[in-house]
C-alpha cells in the first residue's frame, strides 16, 4: 500500500469517531424583532450562555450542542413559520419557544404532529401543555403564581377590594385575568370594577378613571410589560396612589425603564429572583453580567436552566442518528430529570389531559414574591 493510501485508510478508520462527535442540533425560535423582543432577547441571552458553557466543559457525552436561533417576531404567523423551518429544514432535534403563549398556540400543535418536543421558557398561560405530549415547559403558571402574589398583596396592604385591567386580545393577559378572578373570589377579595384594553392601546385614561371613581386599595393588572409601566404612569397622573399586582408580564427591567419608581410597591411573582445566593445562581448572574453588560431577567434564568435540563436529559440517552427514534427518545427522557438551576429545585409535572387528548409536563417549582423598590424588584420578606 502505497504511503498516501496508507493515510487515506487510517482516515476513514477515523470516520465513525468524527461522526460520533456531531452537533446536536436544537432550535429556538423566540421574538427577536419588534417590542416582544424585551422578552426574546434575554431568553437568547440566557440559552447562548448555557449553551457555550456546556460546550465549553466537552458538551454532552463528546458531542456539542449547536443552537439555531430564528427570529419568530412575537407574532403567532411567524412562529407557524418558523416552528416548520426548524422541525423540517434545520432537522433539530428538539426546540425552545415560542415566547408568547399567544404563539405556542398557533405553533405547538406543528410540533407534536411532528412528535419534536417543543419546551417553553416563558409561556404560562392555561391549557399550553393540554396541546400535546411533546409540549414541556419550566415556565411556571399563572395559576401556581398569582395565588401566593395575591395573598402576599393582602397581607403586605392589608387589601379589601381591587380593580382589575387586563388585555382582552392576547392569549397570556386573558388567561391570567381569569386565573386572578377565580383566586381573588377564593381569597375573598372584592372587585369593584373590571376594565380591558386591545393590544397597542397607549392611553387608559378612560378605563383608569373608571377605575379611580371605584376606589380599590390596589389594582389588579394581567399585562405585558409595555402596556402595565403605561398603566402604572397615567394611574399616577390621575393621582392614584395604589399599589398593582401583576403576573408574569411584570417580569422585565422594561417595565422600570418607562415607569421608574411610579412602579414601587408592585407585587409580582416568580420562581427566580437575583438575590437567591446560590452558588448556580451567582455564577449566572456572573457569567451573564461580563457577557452582556447587563442584569438578567426572570426570563433569561428560565432559559439558562431549560438548556441544562435538556442536557441533563440527554445525558441519559444515545443518539442513534435516526432523527425520528432520537426525537421521541428526548421526548421519553425529559419527564425524569431532577435539576436544581439558577431558579432553584426543578421538576417536571405530567399536565392535566383536555378532550381525551394526551398532555405535556408542567413545572413543578416554588414561587416567590418580588416587590419593586426604587425602580428594581427585590424579595418580599
Ligand atoms: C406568556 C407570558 C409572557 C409574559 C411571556 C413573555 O407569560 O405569554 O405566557
Same mark, same amino acid.
Given at each position: 500500500m502505497s504511503q498516501q493510501l496508507k493515510i487515506f485508510v487510517a482516515f476513514l478508520s477515523l470516520c465513525p469517531l468524527l461522526a460520533q462527535a456531531a452537533d446536536i442540533r436544537i432550535g429556538l425560535a423566540a421574538a427577536l424583532s419588534g417590542p416582544t423582543i424585551k422578552y426574546g432577547g434575554p431568553i437568547r441571552n440566557g440559552m447562548v450562555l448555557a449553551t457555550d458553557s456546556i460546550n465549553a466543559k466537552g458538551g454532552i457525552n463528546g458531542n456539542k450542542l449547536a443552537l439555531v436561533v430564528a427570529d419568530e417576531q412575537g407574532k403567532k404567523e411567524e412562529a407557524v413559520s418558523v416552528f416548520n423551518k426548524l422541525i423540517y429544514q434545520d432537522k433539530v432535534l428538539m426546540l425552545f419557544g415560542p415566547t408568547l403563549?399567544?404563539?405556542?398556540?398557533?405553533?405547538?400543535?406543528?410540533?407534536?404532529?411532528?412528535?419534536?418536543?417543543?419546551?417553553?421558557? #416563558?409561556?404560562?398561560?392555561?391549557?399550553?401543555?393540554?396541546?400535546?405530549?411533546?409540549?414541556?415547559?419550566?415556565?411556571?403558571?399563572?395559576?401556581?403564581?398569582?395565588?401566593?402574589?395575591?395573598?402576599?398583596?393582602?397581607?403586605?396592604?392589608?387589601?379589601?377590594?381591587?380593580?382589575?385591567?387586563?388585555?382582552?386580545?392576547?392569549?397570556?393577559?386573558?388567561?391570567?385575568?381569569?386565573?386572578?378572578?377565580?383566586?381573588?373570589?377564593?381569597?375573598?377579595?372584592?372587585?369593584?370594577?373590571?376594565?380591558?384594553?386591545?393590544?397597542g392601546e397607549l392611553s387608559f385614561k378612560a378605563q383608569l378613571s373608571r377605575i379611580k371613581d371605584s376606589a380599590p386599595d390596589a389594582i389588579v393588572c394581567s399585562c405585558l410589560t409595555e402596556e402595565a409601566a403605561n398603566i402604572i404612569l397615567q394611574t399616577r397622573s390621575l393621582g392614584m396612589r395604589q399599589p398593582f399586582i401583576g403576573g408574569n408580564g411584570f417580569n422585565s427591567s422594561k417595565l422600570f425603564d418607562i415607569a421608574k419608581d411610579a412602579a414601587d410597591n408592585t407585587l409580582m411573582g416568580s420562581p427566580w429572583s437575583a438575590e437567591n445566593a446560590t452558588a448556580i445562581n451567582k455564577q449566572f448572574l456572573t457569567d451573564y453580567r461580563a457577557r452582556y453588560k447587563s442584569e438578567p431577567d426572570q426570563f433569561a434564568a428560565q432559559a439558562y436552566d431549560a438548556i441544562h435540563i435538556m442536557?441533563?436529559?440527554?445525558?441519559?440517552?444515545?443518539? #442513534?442518528?435516526?432523527?425520528?427514534?432520537?426525537?421521541?427518545?428526548?421526548?421519553?427522557?425529559?419527564?425524569?430529570?431532577?435539576?436544581?438551576?439558577?431558579?432553584?429545585?426543578?421538576?417536571?409535572?405530567?399536565?392535566?389531559?383536555?378532550?381525551?387528548?394526551?398532555?405535556?409536563?408542567?413545572?413543578?417549582?416554588?414561587?416567590?414574591?418580588?416587590?419593586?423598590?426604587?425602580?428594581?424588584?427585590?424579595?418580599l420578606k
Amino acid at each position: 500500500m502505497s504511503q498516501q493510501l496508507k493515510i487515506f485508510v487510517a482516515f476513514l478508520s477515523l470516520c465513525p469517531l468524527l461522526a460520533q462527535a456531531a452537533d446536536i442540533r436544537i432550535g429556538l425560535a423566540a421574538a427577536l424583532s419588534g417590542p416582544t423582543i424585551k422578552y426574546g432577547g434575554p431568553i437568547r441571552n440566557g440559552m447562548v450562555l448555557a449553551t457555550d458553557s456546556i460546550n465549553a466543559k466537552g458538551g454532552i457525552n463528546g458531542n456539542k450542542l449547536a443552537l439555531v436561533v430564528a427570529d419568530e417576531q412575537g407574532k403567532k404567523e411567524e412562529a407557524v413559520s418558523v416552528f416548520n423551518k426548524l422541525i423540517y429544514q434545520d432537522k433539530v432535534l428538539m426546540l425552545f419557544g415560542p415566547t408568547l403563549s399567544n404563539s405556542a398556540f398557533a405553533a405547538d400543535p406543528i410540533a407534536n404532529l411532528a412528535k419534536t418536543v417543543v419546551f417553553a421558557t #416563558s409561556n404560562t398561560a392555561d391549557g399550553i401543555t393540554a396541546i400535546g405530549p411533546y409540549t414541556f415547559r419550566n415556565s411556571v403558571t399563572e395559576a401556581d403564581v398569582l395565588p401566593t402574589t395575591v395573598r402576599a398583596a393582602i397581607k403586605q396592604f392589608q387589601i379589601k377590594k381591587v380593580a382589575i385591567i387586563y388585555g382582552n386580545d392576547d392569549v397570556f393577559t386573558k388567561s391570567g385575568y381569569d386565573v386572578f378572578k377565580n383566586t381573588l373570589a377564593d381569597q375573598r377579595i372584592l372587585v369593584t370594577n373590571t376594565e380591558t384594553y386591545g393590544k397597542g392601546e397607549l392611553s387608559f385614561k378612560a378605563q383608569l378613571s373608571r377605575i379611580k371613581d371605584s376606589a380599590p386599595d390596589a389594582i389588579v393588572c394581567s399585562c405585558l410589560t409595555e402596556e402595565a409601566a403605561n398603566i402604572i404612569l397615567q394611574t399616577r397622573s390621575l393621582g392614584m396612589r395604589q399599589p398593582f399586582i401583576g403576573g408574569n408580564g411584570f417580569n422585565s427591567s422594561k417595565l422600570f425603564d418607562i415607569a421608574k419608581d411610579a412602579a414601587d410597591n408592585t407585587l409580582m411573582g416568580s420562581p427566580w429572583s437575583a438575590e437567591n445566593a446560590t452558588a448556580i445562581n451567582k455564577q449566572f448572574l456572573t457569567d451573564y453580567r461580563a457577557r452582556y453588560k447587563s442584569e438578567p431577567d426572570q426570563f433569561a434564568a428560565q432559559a439558562y436552566d431549560a438548556i441544562h435540563i435538556m442536557a441533563e436529559a440527554l445525558k441519559t440517552i444515545h443518539l #442513534s442518528g435516526d432523527l425520528a427514534k432520537d426525537r421521541i427518545a428526548l421526548r421519553d427522557a425529559l419527564p425524569q430529570v431532577r435539576y436544581e438551576g439558577a431558579t432553584g429545585k426543578f421538576a417536571f409535572r405530567k399536565a392535566t389531559a383536555r378532550d381525551g387528548k394526551e398532555s405535556g409536563y408542567d413545572a413543578q417549582q416554588e414561587a416567590i414574591v418580588n416587590i419593586a423598590k426604587g425602580g428594581k424588584f427585590i424579595l418580599l420578606k
